[in-house]
């Protein structure tokens, strides 16, 4: 074994022991192998090259180079770099890790999430993201963001593309924003908006809006906002959102209540004036007028 050989083992080694006294710590051991490793003891920082191979949990990461913090379980990695961890395998340029919470990928991305054989997915399915840039947020019911706009392909479902995009892998829910358009060839359908929201876990529906429209088999549905479920016999089911029109009945029934109310009103207040009028008829006969007689007053009259 030559001299370097047997430094970086040593390193290796220093490495594997250091990141094992960290694990009481951090709760979740990290280990580091390289060809070439440079380690601070006092930062905790290593630089490797070289069939780069760093596990942390369920986590698995290669490259042709890296920086790994083994306190902080910070990790930067460049070249042919290849991430798993658990159902989701990443393939980019480079890629940044905080201790497993967000990654951050570029150049290149390609997500690959395996699902197994379920009832919803008797053969299973494989879905992937590609795009220049992802964030990824394992933790977070597996939240992938695609900020510049990417594409989302499932073997079993379609296909999903927009300007911007996000989507949460454990719910199957994956939103779009600008230019959405989604494709399913099994069931011969095509639909688009401004918007598009797809629920595919439980049921199976798209929620689309801003200038939404729908196609299958020649059939074309649009409205500003559509939500389209997903059938399993293959067919279309699409509701357009309309203005709620009133029931007639009730308002017929409110309109007799109204003119009800009206009604009454008029009948107490033509009772009411007729009640005026009878007592200023009977107070008129009542009434005696009594005017002064001057007749005495004429026969007294004397000529000056």
């Known amino acids: 074994m030559t001299m370097t050989k047997k430094i970086c083992a040593a390193l290796a080694a220093t490495l594997l022991v250091s990141s094992a006294a960290l694990a009481a710590e951090n709760d979740t051991p990290s280990e580091i192998n390289a060809d070439a490793i440079e380690y601070d003891m006092n930062t905790g920082i290593a630089a490797a090259a070289g069939n780069i191979l760093i596990k942390y949990g369920t986590l698995r990461a290669t490259g042709l180079q890296a920086v790994y913090n083994v306190k902080t379980k910070e990790a930067h ?3 042919n770099v290849i991430v798993i961890r658990d159902d989701v395998r990443i393939t980019c340029n480079s890629l940044t890790s905080f201790a497993q919470q967000h990654m951050i990928a570029d150049g290149n991305v390609v997500a690959v999430q395996t ?3 379920d009832e919803q997915y ?3 399915d494989t879905r992937t993201f590609t795009a220049e840039h992802i964030d990824y947020f394992p933790d977070d019911k597996k939240h992938i963001v695609i900020p510049k706009g990417g594409k989302a392909q499932s073997a079993v479902e379609g296909t999903f593309t927009a300007d911007q995009m996000e989507g949460w892998l454990d719910e199957q829910h994956y939103v779009g924003r600008g230019n959405a358009h989604i494709v399913s060839t099994p069931r011969k359908l095509e639909a688009g908006g401004d918007q598009a929201d797809y629920f595919g876990k439980d049921s199976g529906r798209a929620v689309l809006s801003g200038n939404a429209w729908a196609i299958q088999d020649n059939n074309t549905i649009r409205g500003n906002r559509l939500t389209v479920y997903m059938a399993d016999d293959g067919n279309l089911k699409a509701t357009p959102e309309t203005a709620q029109i009133p029931d007639v009945d009730e308002a017929f029934k409110i309109s007799d ?3 009800d109310k009206t009604n009454a009103k008029l009948t107490d207040s033509t009772a009411d004036k007729s009640a005026d009028k009878s007592t200023d008829e009977k107070s008129s006969d009542k009434q005696t007028v009594t005017t002064p007689d001057n007749s ?9």
């Open 257 to 259: 209540k109204l003119a």
């Open 115 to 117: 699902v197994a054989p």
């Open 77 to 79: 990695l460049i070249g």
């Open 122 to 124: 008797p053969n299973g």
């Open 296 to 304: 005495s007053d004429k026969g007294d009259s004397h000529e000056p």
